[in-house]
Antibody, heavy 119, light 109 residues
């Protein structure tokens, strides 16, 4: 079955770095653009970044541009989010998700990994 | 930066119909997507490309779009439809910049 499993979250001090991973299985990972989406405690969803299926293009939200970088390894079926210069406002559950397949409506999400930025 | 605007909450009685609007300047040219999120769970896609329903989503969920407003309609709401609903779309910049609306809490009572 389809699985997206995020890892790498934890408690980190402001200004430090963290790298999130999202391991994919059960679908053709290399055919899909992939997104990171976050949700601060008690708040709404916030789109963070997207990377094309082949990694040639990537886009980031203004709130993380210059600090976060999305990347992927299609041989390892893994998506990454490198997070630098972390701020308290980056504290959230981070989800990875596949781009919506417009032919089938398929859209896969992981269960999320919690990042807490605190002194 | 681009914004999608939704009402923060709506209430509906079981079996009745509710509509959730989402407004955004790029919606005349960009598709709207709708997600349902129940407490403690990952979001689930209920409508894509304005009005298409993924396999497994009940027919009572429908979507439409006209001008700068996209609308999610729940016809014959069920207690299990109580959740947060988010619209989702891209801006007109030409880059793939995605945005969620602020979310609408649907209460079925």
């Amino acid at each position: 079955q389809v699985q997206l499993v995020e890892s790498g979250g934890g408690v980190v001090q402001p200004g430090r770095s963290l790298r999130l991973s999202c391991a994919a299985s059960g679908f053709a990972f290399s055919d899909y653009a992939m997104h990171w989406v976050r949700q601060a405690p008690g708040k709404g969803l916030e789109w963070v970044a997207v990377i094309l299926y082949d990694g040639t293009k990537k886009y980031h939200a203004d709130s993380v541009k210059g600090r976060f970088t999305i990347s992927r390894d299609n041989l390892q079926n893994t998506l990454y989010l490198e997070m630098n210069s972390l701020r308290t406002e980056d504290s959230a559950i981070y989800y990875c998700s596949s781009h919506v397949d417009t032919l089938t409506g398929k859209n896969y999400w992981g269960q999320g990994t919690l990042v807490t930025v605190s002194a | 930066s681009y914004e999608l605007t939704q009402p923060p909450s709506v209430s509906v009685s079981p079996g009745q119909t509710t509509r959730i609007p989402c407004s955004g300047d790029a919606l005349p040219k960009k598709y709207a997507y709708w997600y349902q999120q129940k407490s403690g769970q990952a979001p689930v896609l209920v409508i894509y490309e304005d009005s298409k329903r993924p396999s497994g989503i009940p027919e009572r969920f429908s979507g439409s779009s006209s001008g700068t407003t996209a609308t999610l309609t729940i016809s014959g709401a069920q207690v299990e439809d109580e959740a947060d609903y988010y619209c989702y779309s891209t801006d007109n910049s030409g880059d793939s910049i995605w945005v969620f609306g602020g979310g609408t809490k649907v209460t079925v009572l």
